[in-house]
């Protein structure tokens, strides 16, 4: 079972019996597992002081953090609440967010962030936020939402911190939006991708504030490209080293022989191309297939997060086999600048060779090795990979909730 983590951490008081003596407000996170736990442990240090210039700053803030795997394995906003409601009652917070890596769907568009003024919580898709910029993203999130829940609907209260938050100089600049209505609305990113904030009906809903994107084209954007994001293919860059040992054996033996010069000669440019999109696409069938990485439909709550499982999967696989394949090139182009003289690639050739001829010969052999060499080599770390896709890790989560 995994532990929870409890940290607290307090800005520091100020000197004189108004510090000591000033009103404590307690807010939690509880994020989930890997990246939303890390990204929320880098900036919890700095929310306490940026609470109280940007929410306000007649109290002192005190931020706690637990991660929670539960967290991680639902798939509905609905299904966290009565978790982070027990953690909030337990722990004796004023304010609870939980910070998500699964996207959160509903009415037809991608939820980013929702708020409860009623239960005192709020709920971030951190996927929802794109590719770029996450940690002041989510600052921005934490500190926009906290604003929504401690302010509620009074605009005065509002119209006063913000006053507050320019004039004071303690607040990085790049966090002083324009209170809880706007949601991290002041950058370039959200002004190509603008968030709308949304006010649901009372009765019936566990939220009463929410935040998506604008359009759904914007809304998939993000979630694609988040999601990508908190599956962290760097990650998965270290485990094909068997396989380009393989590819590059087998390769290499092929360039022993004239045929792959001349074919390297009589081929053009979109045979190459095409034969290239081959090897990789075989390269990345090969992976889901040997690992178990696809996602049945079947039987499954909401087959259109399989599905999107499933697309983020062939993505992020995606991005490791074109690093793969840049590998490779590269070795095969330095392969056969050393070891193949220009006079007997000229012989074969029969015309004079250039550095165009060389890279091409490269680009064929990395091709032909990636197909008949690289497909069926085992990766080097067979659970690294399974982790860095989202239905791996979501069986995995709901096993530890379930022994929970």
């Known amino acids: 079972m995994s532990k929870a983590r409890n940290e607290v951490y307090t800005e520091p008081e100020a000197k004189g019996s108004q510090a000591v003596n000033a009103c404590r407000k307690v807010v939690g996170l509880v994020p989930a597992p890997e990246m939303s736990a890390e990204m929320a442990e880098q900036v919890i240090d700095q929310l ?4 109280a210039n940007y929410v306000d700053d007649r109290l002192r803030w005190e931020v706690q953090l637990i991660v929670d795997p539960l967290i991680g394995a639902a798939e509905a906003s609905t299904d966290i609440i009565g978790g982070i409601l027990e953690y909030k009652r337990d722990q004796q917070w004023d304010y609870a967010i939980c910070i998500t890596d699964l996207p959160i769907f509903k009415d037809g568009r991608f939820i980013i962030a929702e708020t409860s003024t009623g239960h005192g919580l709020a709920l971030i898709s951190l996927p929802a936020f794109g590719i770029s910029a996450i940690r002041r993203r989510q600052s921005e999130a934490i500190l926009q939402l906290v604003n929504e829940l ?3 609907s009074s605009e005065e209260d509002r119209a006063r911190q913000e006053q507050r938050t320019r004039q004071s100089d303690k607040v990085h600049k790049s966090l002083r939006g324009k209170g809880a209505r706007q949601l ?3 950058h370039l990113y959200e002004k190509l991708f603008p968030i709308r904030r949304i006010t649901l009906p009372g009765e019936g809903e566990s939220f009463d504030v929410r935040f998506i994107a604008d359009s759904k084209i914007n809304g998939n954007l993000r979630i694609l490209a988040g999601m990508v994001r908190a599956n962290r293919p760097w990650t998965i860059f270290p485990a094909f080293k068997r396989v380009i040992a393989v590819a590059f054996a087998t390769g290499a033996y092929g360039l022993v022989f004239p045929t792959l010069w001349q074919l390297s000669a009589n081929y053009g440019r ?6 290239m999109g081959v090897a990789m696409a075989a390269m990345i069938a090969w992976i889901i297939i040997a690992h178990t990485l696809w996602e049945s439909t079947k039987n499954a709550r909401s087959p259109r997060l399989v599905r999107l499982y499933n697309t983020v999967t062939v993505l992020t696989l995606s991005s490791g086999v074109v690093f793969y394949y840049v590998i490779l090139l590269a070795l095969f182009c330095f392969t056969v600048l050393v070891f193949i003289p220009a006079n007997m690639l000229e012989a074969q050739l ?46 995995r989560r709901n096993q530890e909730a379930s022994k929970r």
């Open 270 to 275: 979109p045979r190459l191309i095409l034969l």
């Open 350 to 395: 029969d015309h004079a060779v250039s550095l165009f001829d060389y890279t091409t010969l490269a680009w064929l052999a990395t091709s032909v090795a990636t197909i008949a060499g690289a497909l069926g080599a085992g990766l080097e770390d067979e659970e690294t990979v399974r982790n860095a896709t989202y239905g791996y890790r979501q069986r």
């Open 150 to 152: 401690h302010h509620g």
């Open 184 to 186: 991290v609305g002041r």
């Open 48 to 51: 306490p002081e940026l609470l």
